[in-house]
């Protein structure tokens, strides 16, 4: 089993936990009296946590630094049970943006045990708990892919996984539920307080249908490493909307279970290759194979497009969108599924810059706020003239008035250029379906929200809701940095730096709904989908065959459209041939300048236009019964 995952990096749990725990209490206090001051002056979601979920972090966190006064070196509590007080605050909050990440040796570090469980449901809704992945190389009597878990350490699979979900508590039930499934036997120890079982016993039919039990110990190795430095002063950490439980748990999950894609991206996360690389044999070349999978799907209704997201964890938001443009073009133009499952988040560029290319319709990006606070005011007057590439600018103005208005947030801007957000244009024409689930968080989160609060198409969700995380994330140690870049240092900043690779995160910047939803917050609410889908059995054992079926007859019921157009220019004469069908009008724009209007009676369709000239870029707007249904942009 070891050899598989990787070679002498797999210890197991007991002897791990042996060499940790080094904080003093001095550095505890440090710890303590840190998560108190960004959780009072920089977590924008403090006020809707108190009012939803009646909880008070602050106090629980005086309460803890008070006791902490009254200890001493040789009576504080043991560092496991110190770690296990502090995440039990921050979990509190319901939030997967805003943790406490524990410190050496515990960060870069995953305890898993060598298989993953996944449920599903019979037509009649009873559920299963079926083993959806080995590590190479693991076995055990009757064990496998289709083994039905039955109980956990004695307790029924269904109780194990509710109270592991009340542990690691997302926004909402069907979150709850669904991270307590994924903990079962992955966490992540810079953010989840390791296993208290050095073992767990499991319950299980096997393939055969016989009554088996197995005990398996956790086991301890390191994690691939993170996309980017999130403490740097740089416009990537700056703009991450990413639960990094999630972000955690993907990396861990490439190594375990998907070495051919660490192999391509060489250990490094969402590295792009230089040319394109196929991981599965019907799967199309991607250079992104950590981020991408697309692949054409055969369902009873026709065959579609299906682009899988795994993560918007990148350096490059425009090598993201154009390499998402490329494999969509590659694939059947009748229909698209975008499948956004188990996806954290990421860059937020990265989500609102490709929402545009499935839609006709101007992108207009979702705002976002801070928390009115002394701190907060500090640091977007230090970066208001952006001096350090991250321009607070927008914010600064109603944050100073914030003392004499009495608000409670700042203005309401948008993270994302709305020129970034809309500068290719729609580029995939056919019906789309997106797929989520109660994994769903942060940037995938927005992207889900601008999915449909533009109208895009049909969202088909396998839980009744998204995770609901809607912020902007930042680190203690960006934080940190903000007040000392670029230089002097600000001699008041309140920061401390954090003992032993300790760190903390925080949402800072709150995201708004726009369209018809204009200023509801993402967070706690998140985006319930139009259509819902019971993973079943078959999905879990073949390839998503009912989930992808039940996205083909959504697509398949939904208008078709086609927009091409072809261009010759010869001097100054532009002409212009289009074919089109679903739509009855064009209206065609020089570099936005209207030029002609066109009845699409008789198709194809040749237009002469004059005084046009190369690098001029033409727009067709095609339109059905007064409505705008597709539109193509072409540079001459």
């Not at 999950?253 to 192999?263: D, G, H, N, Q, T």
């Not at 969402?270 to 690389?277: D, N, Q």
């Amino acid at each position: 089993m070891t050899a598989a995952i990787d070679e002498g990096a797999v210890v197991p749990l007991p002897k791990f936990l042996a060499g940790a725990g080094t904080l003093t209490l001095v550095q505890r206090k440090i710890v303590v009296d840190q998560a108190l001051l960004l959780l009072d002056q920089n977590y924008v979601h403090l006020p809707l946590k108190v009012a939803m979920h009646a909880v008070n972090p602050l106090q629980r966190l005086r309460v803890l630094r008070a006791r902490m006064d009254r200890q001493t070196p040789e009576t504080m509590e043991p560092e496991w049970l110190f770690h296990r007080q502090l995440s039990s605050i921050f979990h509190s909050v319901r939030d997967l943006h805003t943790n406490y990440l524990l410190p050496t040796p515990f960060a870069g570090k995953v305890a898993f045990l060598p298989f993953m469980i996944e449920k599903c449901h019979d037509p009649d809704g009873s559920e299963h708990y079926l083993i959806a992945r080995t590590v190479t190389g693991y076995s055990a009597p009757q064990f496998g892919v289709g083994a039905e878990v039955t109980h956990w350490n004695g307790t029924a699979i269904a109780r194990a996984v509710a109270l592991n979900g009340a542990q690691f508590a997302g926004s909402n039930e069907a979150a709850n539920l669904a991270r307590g499934l994924e903990s079962l036997t992955l966490r992540p120890l810079v953010i989840q307080a390791p296993p208290d079982e050095d073992w767990v016993v499991l319950s299980y039919l096997g393939l055969d249908g016989s009554k088996q039990e197995l005990r398996e110990q956790w086991q301890v190795t390191t994690n691939l490493p993170p996309m980017t430095d999130l403490d740097a002063i740089t416009a990537t950490s700056a703009l991450m909307g990413v639960d990094l439980d999630s972000d955690e748990k993907a990396r861990a999950k490439k190594a375990l279970y998907v070495r051919e894609v660490v192999a391509l991206e060489r250990g490094q996360s969402s590295a792009e290759l230089s040319a394109p690389a196929a991981v599965g044999g019907a799967d199309l070349p991607t250079t992104m194979p950590g981020v991408f999978r697309a692949r054409a799907v055969s369902t009873p209704s026709g065959t579609f497009g299906h682009l899988r997201i795994f993560t918007f964890s990148v350096q490059d938001p425009v090598a993201f969108r154009d390499e998402f443009v490329r494999l969509a073009a590659a694939l059947p133009q009748d229909g698209l599924i975008v499948d956004v499952r188990d996806n954290g988040g990421g860059h937020i560029h990265a989500a609102e810059f490709t929402l545009q290319t499935l839609t006709p319709r101007r992108i207009t990006p979702e705002p976002v706020q801070f928390l009115s606070s002394p701190l907060n005011l500090a640091i977007c007057r230090r970066h208001r003239e952006n001096p350090a590439g991250i321009d607070l600018g927008p914010w600064f103005e109603s944050l100073d008035l914030a003392t004499e208005t009495g608000a409670a947030y700042s203005a309401a801007k948008s993270i994302t250029p709305e020129d970034g957000a809309n500068d290719i244009g729609q580029t995939y024409h056919g019906p789309v379906v997106l797929i989520t689930d109660a994994r769903v968080y942060s940037a995938t989160d927005i992207f889900t929200a601008g999915f449909a609060d533009h109208k895009i198409g049909t969202i088909l969700g396998v839980d009744e809701n998204t995770g609901a995380g809607g912020a902007n994330v930042w680190t203690h140690g960006l934080l940190a940095a903000l007040l000392n870049e670029p230089p002097p240092p600000d001699p008041t900043s309140p920061y401390e730096a954090l003992p032993n690779g300790a760190n903390l995160r925080v949402a800072i910047r709150r995201t708004l709904r726009v369209g018809e939803l204009a200023g509801t917050p993402v967070e706690d609410l998140g985006i319930q989908p139009s259509e819902l889908h019971r993973m079943t059995r078959a999905d879990l054992l073949d390839g998503n065959v009912d989930l992808l079926a039940r996205a083909g007859a959504l697509l398949a019921a939904m208008p078709t459209r086609r927009l091409d157009v072809a261009t010759a220019l010869a001097g100054t004469t532009l002409t212009v041939t289009l074919t089109v069908s679903g739509a009855d009008r064009a209206d065609l724009y020089l570099d936005d300048r209207p030029i002609s209007s066109e009845d699409l009676s008789a198709a194809p369709l040749t237009i002469t236009i004059l005084d046009a000239a190369a690098g001029q870029q033409l727009r067709t707007d095609a339109y059905q019964d007064g409505s705008l249904v597709a539109s193509r942009r072409t540079t001459i």
